[in-house]
């Protein structure tokens, strides 16, 4: 079975009139389907390249990026985004903003999941709502919603979280990643959270700052019992993967 | 639906402000009075002359003669049209103009040094020479005012266009959305307000335009009735006008104003 994204030698350098700069250098690696991994490093180290990378928004100078063993381009609807705002349209209600994507690629919204994911994510009463009627969670969840109406196979969130309160951070951090689960999306999370990869994800990817090569990959387990992110927070593996991490972070800066 | 459930001092809040809004309401009306009376009694003692500066009472005996034979009615109907007419022109080229230039970035960088240059310049100037050009007819007012008014719009509206947040593309860009997508879904329904606040300044500008156009190549309407009046030192007759264009301004804006607040109801 292909992995569903494979990242094979990518570099990536944006150019002005003052010089190049180097973004990404030479970097590879594979997600699994299905597998949720998280990329945390310095700011500004590329990991917004890397997505725009995986999106198609930009082409890599060298190296290659496939999904499910095909080359990147010729599927771009297999990949969902997460800005980090939610950015809902307040001149639509709700449910007009969720199939906004639907909209755009001409499918009826009938015939999607959208209605079955407003039902089992607590939003069918809020269909008619204007956004600005929406919790900052509820906003969140609609956000994922309209990515997830096109059914893609990857989802890449983009520091989705940053914009939230701290309380509501942590309460949509781990609803998203169960919805996530739970509809069997392989998901690429870029934050610069520690605390927020290691209890959302499986595996978390060290990035050096720029230009951003892979520094650690660590594996992300914990006991069966530790079922909600708060669970993970409270364990105390999680002090372990935190040190793990800080470390390899601060390494670097020094 | 929860009447019982107000507090005294909610009440009280209320009843502030709502005496606040008939205060105001009040001062406005005695301002307006008070100018009214003042200029009334001065010209009566002969404090002003009122052969040049004119009375209310003379505006009402023009107003009555002039309303009379319906010739103050052609005057304002004919400069309403041409406003009208030269607005909605200003604004559909503005908006088309301005869509354009977002459309072709490259075509925006080369002309708007132009477009700086025809809006810094008194549109005034211009007017003589468009009346050379396509000579003493009604088109030549609506031109002006057009003049006068587009290419302010057309920087507004592009300026606007180019401030939205490009994260916002970027969404419609990963829902796989093309140009033509992020125009329809992002571009125009956010930029609404701004069109309608555009559409304010038009406004007022194409009456301005009207007006000079009026002056200067026309045998009808209120700028005419105003300049021909002052000629023949009938100033009863000017501040009429002047007096039934602050009216005509007033409409105009409120008519503006009654449609952005529907539709940023909506907006916001």
Redesign the interface.
């Given at each position: 079975m292909h992995p569903a994204l494979e990242f094979e030698d990518v570099s990536f350098s944006y150019h002005t009139i003052n010089g190049e700069v180097p973004a990404i250098n030479h970097i590879s690696f594979t997600v699994k389907k299905g597998e949720f991994i998280s990329i945390v490093g310095p700011s500004g180290c590329g990991k917004s390249t890397l997505m725009s990378l995986i999106c198609g928004l930009i082409t890599p100078e060298s190296g290659h990026i496939s999904i499910d063993g095909m080359p990147l381009g010729s599927q771009t609807s297999k990949i969902g985004y997460m800005l980090q705002k939610d950015y809902l349209f307040e001149w639509r209600t709700v449910y007009d903003n969720v199939k906004l994507g639907l909209e755009i690629h001409r499918l009826d919204p009938k015939e999607s999941n959208i209605d079955t994911m407003l039902e089992n994510y607590a939003l069918k009463d809020f269909t008619d709502a204007k956004p600005s009627e929406l919790s900052g969670g509820m906003r969140q969840r609609a956000a994922l919603i309209r990515t997830l109406a096109l059914e893609p196979e990857i989802l890449l969130l983009d520091e989705p979280f940053s914009a939230l309160d701290y309380q509501t951070r942590l309460e949509v951090g781990g609803d998203i990643a169960n919805i996530i689960k739970h509809e069997h999306k392989t998901a690429i999370l870029v934050t610069h959270d520690i605390s927020e990869a290691i209890s959302l994800s499986e595996r978390v990817l060290v990035f050096s700052a720029r230009p951003a090569t892979i520094k650690a990959s660590i594996d992300i387990t914990f006991p069966d019992e530790c079922k909600t992110s708060m669970d993970k927070r409270n364990s105390a593996k999680f002090q372990n993967y935190f040190k793990l991490i800080w470390e390899e972070l601060t390494n670097e800066t020094k | 639906m929860k009447q019982s459930n107000i507090s005294e001092r909610q009440l009280e809040y209320i009843n502030s402000i709502k005496r606040r809004k008939i205060i105001i309401f009040i001062a406005r009306i005695l301002i307006f009075a008070a100018f009214m009376g003042l200029w009334e009694a001065a010209a009566r003692t002969s404090a002003i002359n009122d052969f040049i500066f004119s009375s209310p009472s003379r505006m009402l005996d023009s107003l009555i003669t002039l309303a009379g034979d319906g010739s103050l009615f052609i005057h304002i109907g004919v400069t309403l049209a041409e406003t009208i007419l030269s607005f909605i022109i200003t604004t559909v080229l503005g908006i088309t103009i301005a869509l354009v230039l977002w459309a072709f970035t490259g075509f925006a960088r080369v002309i708007d040094v132009y477009l700086v240059i025809l809006n810094s310049l008194p549109k005034t100037a211009l007017a003589p020479v468009l009346i050379v050009w396509l000579g003493n007819n009604p088109k030549t007012i609506v031109i002006t005012a057009i003049s006068v008014a587009v290419f302010g719009s057309i920087i507004t509206l592009y300026t606007g266009f180019n401030s939205m947040?490009p994260?916002?593309i970027?969404?419609?860009?990963?829902?796989?959305?093309s140009r033509r997508?992020i125009l329809t879904?992002?571009l125009l329904?956010?930029s609404?307000p701004l069109i309608v606040s555009n559409m304010k300044v038009n406004i007022g500008l194409c009456l301005v335009g009207v007006i000079i156009g009026e002056f200067l190549a026309a045998d009808k309407g209120l700028g005419y009735l105003i300049i021909y009046s002052s000629q023949v030192f009938k100033m009863d007759y000017v501040m009429l006008s002047i007096f039934v264009l602050c009216i005509i301004a007033m409409g105009l804006y409120q008519i503006i104003n009654y449609l952005e607040k529907r539709l940023c109801v909506?907006?916001?």
């Open positions: - | 947040d994260d916002k970027k969404l419609i860009t990963t829902l796989g959305g997508h879904k992002v329904p956010g609404l909506e907006n916001n």
